[in-house]
């Protein structure tokens, strides 16, 4: 069983930065790819950025250049370092752990609120 833990969100003025953190439990974190995702409210969940197991980097368009998901293998852990923030990047966003396409694991989510 792998648990999802996510800390780091908060309110935060427009341009400002946060940085999101995830804890896995389990052994199948290196091995699996690793992502953030996010739900505003009244909309669907959308992915934030994706990295896999070779370090592939993937962002939706709109976070491009402000926005840098890493991941540290020995500690279990994946982290989305957000820069230049907008208020259309509030919402609750959630650590995501694919393995290989056979199980996911979603974190309990933490909010993120861009104030103009």
């Known amino acids: 069983q792998v648990q999802l833990v996510e800390s780091g969100g908060g309110l935060v003025q427009a341009g400002g930065s946060l940085r999101l953190s995830c804890a896995a439990s389990g052994s199948i974190f290196r091995t699996s790819t690793m992502g953030w995702y996010r739900q505003a409210p009244g909309k669907q969940r959308e992915l934030v950025a994706t990295i896999s197991s070779d370090l592939s980097r993937n962002y939706r368009d709109s976070v491009k250049g402000r926005f840098t998901i890493a991941r540290d293998n020995a500690k279990n852990v994946v982290s989305l370092q957000m820069d230049s923030l907008k208020p259309e990047d509030t919402a609750v966003y959630y650590c995501?752990?694919?393995?290989?396409?056979?199980?996911?694991?979603w974190g309990q989510g933490t909010q993120v609120t861009v104030s103009s």
């Open positions: 995501n752990l694919n393995h290989r396409g056979w199980w996911e694991y």
